[in-house]
């Protein structure tokens, strides 16, 4: 039998938040048929088990803290006990109520404009996609691949069974875990790690590397560790984690090496296994579009400009690149690809705006901007505040971390900035908005600051750094 072919000006493959924002942006560029084609269920990552679902835990948990430190302003909120089933039903209501919008938003396209199945290339435009009909084949004037990234599990950990989460089934759970460790301390390992904590859930983080996620300078790494040390059991730097499912309930043995050396053991009801996570390159048979491939599959050449692969009619967008792997920048990616597909070969190179990443643990861990290296000391100069003395961060009672906010010497452009501390989720929108506008610390400093706020903090470090900087 002989496969059915639709004939498209763009393909998109993958109905995430790239491949949505890419297929809209093809239409308003001028393609007239774009298939959108999904193998998974709709509803998008950041929607289903990413953002959204990761926030809502970390709301909850924010809220046991809240009633725990009233102490510190002499309210006593009694023991705060937890409803872990009403805990996770929140969770999922709200979840699904953003994940619908998202499976609204892919449904409402043309039912022929949409295809279910995995799709690979068989050429450089011409696709096959495994639907539950059988086969179908695609011939594209453009791809975009928009086919996201998966939880990535150590070899040590695989053998748990039902007892192994990651981001994908942990937001399942009916309850909350009575004990769990969490192997990973990256975005996901914090974030989740210090939520379930937090709750109640006996929690202990373990991670290979020893460094502490997005600050780059040795002072921020210190601040970082110094304090997400002191309230959450944080091993940095082991080895060797790997895990045995023990018999009926009881869980998990775990085995680490310690920084020290030493070998160790404990046992959990749950892991969750945040140790990163991989491009889906594995279906999609890129070799078959003729692109060139490096030994783990991705493509040699991808430009962060116009999100083309080398000089192929395909362009590549969101987590699959493997690059900026957050959901601004996957609907940043996704509009330059979607219009450039469309365009083909007309291809443009767009401004990408300026990297920002936020860490919604307590306290937010933010980066914005370049953050120059020690080689580049001559050149750029910094300003720092410490939060443990600023006056909004001692009212509310989170007078702890730093900003470090970084500049040209000579005319003193802000470049970017590390920061950890009250706010920083905020403080972070400011710093990147200042950058894209090309605001100098000397002007910074001349901008309105509301008192007390604790905005007042980046006013000392813009000045401190003008000090240091020829106007
Ligand atoms: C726990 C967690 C928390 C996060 N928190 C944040 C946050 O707070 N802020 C933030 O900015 N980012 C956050 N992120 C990251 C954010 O979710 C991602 O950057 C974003 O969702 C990526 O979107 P995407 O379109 O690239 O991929 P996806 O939304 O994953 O879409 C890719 C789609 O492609 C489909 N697909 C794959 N291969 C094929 C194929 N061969 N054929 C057909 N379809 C295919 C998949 O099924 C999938 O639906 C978080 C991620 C996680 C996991
Ligand atoms: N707020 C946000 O923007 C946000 C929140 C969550 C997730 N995300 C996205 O999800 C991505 C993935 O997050 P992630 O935390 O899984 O990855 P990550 O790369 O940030 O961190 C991986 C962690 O796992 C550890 N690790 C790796 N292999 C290990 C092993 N074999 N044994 C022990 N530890 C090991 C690493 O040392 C590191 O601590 C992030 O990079 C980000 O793009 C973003």
Not at 107 to 124: L, M, Q
Not at 310 to 321: E, L, Q, Y
Not at 384 to 396: L, M, P, W
Request: a negative charge.
């Amino acid at each position: 039998m002989s496969e059915a072919v639709i004939h498209a000006d763009v393909a998109v493959i993958g109905a995430g938040s790239a491949g949505l924002v890419a297929r809209r942006h093809a239409l308003r560029s001028g393609a007239k048929r774009v298939l959108l084609i999904e193998g998974g269920p709709y509803g998008t990552t950041c929607a289903r088990v990413g953002c959204m679902p990761s926030k809502l835990l970390i709301a909850a948990a924010d809220a046991a803290e809240q009633l725990r430190s009233a102490r510190m302003f002499g309210i006593e909120a009694g023991s705060v006990e937890i409803d872990g089933a009403a805990v996770m039903a929140r969770v999922q209501r709200e979840r699904d109520r953003f994940a619908g919008f998202a499976v609204e938003s892919s449904e409402a396209i043309d039912a022929s404009d949409r295809v279910r199945g995995w799709a690979r290339f068989v050429g450089p435009r011409s696709l096959v996609v495994d639907t539950a009909e059988g086969s179908v084949r695609v011939e594209a004037r453009a791809v975009v691949v928009a086919t996201g990234s998966t939880p990535w599990v150590p070899p040590g950990l695989r053998g748990l069974g039902d007892r192994l989460l990651t981001s994908d089934s942990v937001f399942e759970l009916p309850t909350l875990p009575r004990s769990l460790a969490v192997v990973g301390a990256g975005a996901i390992g914090l974030e989740l790690g210090q939520a379930m904590h937090r709750l109640g859930v006996e929690t202990m983080i373990f991670a290979k590397g020893s460094r502490m996620p997005l600050v780059s300078s040795e002072v921020m790494q210190g601040v970082a560790r110094e304090l997400f040390e002191a309230s959450l059991a944080l091993h940095l730097g082991v080895a060797d984690v790997a895990g045995e499912r023990l018999e009926g309930d009881r869980g998990v043995q775990l085995r680490w090496t310690g920084a020290d050396g030493g070998a160790r053991e404990a046992e959990f009801e749950y892991v969750l296994a945040a140790t990163g996570r991989r491009s889906q390159l594995d279906r999609l048979d890129l070799g078959q579009a003729g692109v060139e491939l490096d030994a783990e599959g991705r493509p040699t050449s991808w430009d962060l400009r116009t999100t083309q692969i080398a000089d192929a009619p395909i362009f590549m967008a969101g987590d699959v690149t493997g690059v900026r792997t957050i959901l601004h920048e996957a609907s940043a990616e996704g509009r330059i690809a979607g219009s450039n597909a469309a365009r083909h070969p007309d291809v443009r190179a767009h401004d990408r705006q300026v990297p920002l990443r936020i860490m919604f643990t307590d306290p937010n861990i933010a980066v914005v901007g370049e953050i120059p290296g020690d080689a580049d000391e001559r050149a750029c100069a910094f300003g720092e505040v410490d939060f443990s003395n600023q006056g909004r961060a001692r009212i509310i009672g989170h007078a702890h971390g730093r900003v470090r906010i970084y500049g040209r010497r000579e005319g003193g452009e802000i470049l970017g900035a590390e920061m950890i501390g009250p706010g920083a989720e905020h403080m972070a929108h400011l710093l990147a908005w200042s950058i894209e506008q090309g605001l100098s610390a000397q002007r910074a400093v001349e901008m309105p600051y509301y008192h007390p706020v604790v905005e007042e903090g980046l006013r000392t470090a813009f000045g401190e750094l003008a000090k240091k900087c020829r106007a």
